[in-house]
């Protein structure tokens, strides 16, 4: 099944993983969770030796291991999990990974935008029910937090702080008296949330000032903040695991050369100290320069020398991908790039040569195309 679809669902993507440790765990489980909390983390974070399993379990998320278990604590109380960091750090899939294993259905989700009403957290109503038969449960639309509560599920609340007061405001009756109120009907008018019912809410770091939550809805959250990964060695796994999946994806048979992965991983790392030395956010890249950015910038060097190139990942390609992706403003991030690519790059490529004279030559090229 999961071959017919584009980006199928942790669920549907480790399904057969899950059914097995299903099938071996006599752990208690809080609520109706399908696994106890050792496997809920042992499947997210992989198996290791002394966990004496008959098989290896891979791990999907790179971070460390008290943020996971403290997601799993939280979860297994009455109180929401928000889930904070910067962009690229892993929250949603880490949020996808929990629901996954917790309750097999990660898929009951609100997109937090400015356009997200009231009705996309609780209910609303099919105007051609209502208009042939009148308003009754059967005529409404309940939300993806509506139908979690009503199945014992985990919902999921995705740039909560990117919707407005008033939808945030509507949450916290939600995850304080766990049922949503029905007032347009006169019986069956209250939607009571089941055991295993909670929510799980990202946010982004960068958008304090946009909708901060108030001191009562953050009362009702736990919050464990992911960190963007420095660790050059943590770094590295996450870019490859997300390569093979991508190769695996477009069936693609193309190797990464481990030289040009460390010229990716040191040119982030470099970008990252200029931009932390700064003075003004006019010196900075207005990139995140997240790891999930490095993986973009690789999927589309990748592509590109499967489709245009001669199917070998090349250092000029990675340096264009690289340009292409994090140049957003003109032309301060092609200034801020120039400079790197002439302070940093030119120094290295002289001092360390390998593949770095023509990742110096493909920034290059590609910083005069776009100025």
């Known amino acids: 099944m999961s071959d017919e679809i584009l980006r199928p669902p942790a669920e549907v993507k480790y ?3 899950l059914d097995w440790l299903e099938s071996i765990d006599d752990a208690p489980k809080p609520f109706t969770w399908r696994l106890s909390p050792r496997m809920v983390r042992l499947f997210i974070l992989g198996s290791e030796r ?20 403290r997601s799993i604590v939280t979860l297994a109380s009455d109180r929401g999990l928000l889930l904070i960091g910067d962009p690229g750090t892993g929250k949603s899939w880490l949020a996808e990974l929990l629901a996954a294993a917790i309750c097999r259905n990660s898929t009951l989700v609100v997109q937090g935008t400015a356009g997200t009403t009231e009705d996309h ?19 409404m639309i309940p939300s993806p937090i509506m139908t979690a509560m009503e199945t014992g599920r985990i919902g999921r609340f995705e740039e909560l702080t990117r919707s407005t007061s008033d939808v945030q405001d509507a949450l916290i009756s939600i995850l304080s008296e766990k049922y949503i109120s029905i007032p347009e009907l006169s019986t069956d008018n209250i939607a009571f949330a089941q055991p295993g019912f909670s929510i799980i809410a990202t946010a982004n770091s960068r958008d304090r000032g946009v909708n901060d939550l108030s001191s009562a809805l953050k009362r009702r959250f736990n919050f464990v903040r992911i960190p963007v990964v420095t660790n050059k060695k943590s770094e590295a796994e996450i870019v490859r695991f997300r390569t093979v999946e991508l190769l695996r994806r477009h069936e693609i048979e193309l190797e990464v050369p481990p030289t040009l992965l460390d010229i990716l991983l040191q040119s982030f790392a470099d970008l990252r100290a200029a931009s932390a030395a700064a003075g003004s956010d006019d010196e900075r890249l207005e990139s995140a320069l997240s790891t999930a ?4 910038v690789l999927e589309d060097a990748v592509l590109h020398s499967n489709f245009f ?10 340096a264009g991908s690289l340009v292409g992706s994090l140049a957003r403003r003109s032309p301060e991030d092609l200034a801020i790039l120039n400079k790197y690519w002439h302070g940093v790059v030119e120094p290295r490529s002289k001092q360390d040569g390998g593949e770095w004279p023509a990742f110096l030559e493909g920034g290059r090229q590609a910083i005069s195309t776009l100025s």
Do not use: C
């Open 50 to 69: 002394a966990d004496g399993l008959d098989r290896e379990v891979s791990q999907k998320w790179f971070g460390d291991r008290s943020f996971v278990e």
């Open 293 to 296: 950015e490095q993986i973009g």
């Open 309 to 318: 190139g001669d199917r070998t990942l090349r250092a000029e390609t990675l």
């Open 15 to 17: 399904a057969e993983e």
């Open 121 to 139: 957290i609780k209910y609303s109503w099919n105007v051609s029910m209502v208009i042939a038969k009148g308003q009754s449960r059967a005529s």
